[in-house]
């Protein structure tokens, strides 16, 4: 699931359209629910993705396995190329 920050969600003025249930990393804790929040992201001006996500006080963006599962990486670090393609 792909997480956004706070301070975008106020940003854009989203409004919630759902609820999301989350089940922690911790198994020891019970799942949680979110508003849920729909959003385009575009990557690399050609990959567009309609997205259901929650938003966390965080001040990164979590790219979730519902993008990564669509997008094939190449990155070669002593290269320093770096490629981002849809699986399509």
Do not use: C, H, W
């Not at 849920?36 to 990557?43: D, E, K, P």
């Amino acid at each position: 699931m792909t997480i956004i920050p706070d301070g975008i969600l106020k940003e854009l003025g989203l409004i919630p359209r759902g609820v999301r249930k989350v089940q922690p990393t911790d198994k020891n804790q019970s799942s949680r629910e979110y508003p849920a929040y729909y959003i385009s992201l575009i990557i690399n001006g050609s990959m567009n993705f309609e997205l259901q996500v929650i938003s966390m006080p965080k001040e990164y963006t979590l790219v979730g396995r519902d993008v990564l599962n669509q997008i094939i990486l190449y990155a070669n670090g002593p290269k320093e190329i770096f490629d981002l393609n849809s699986s399509e």
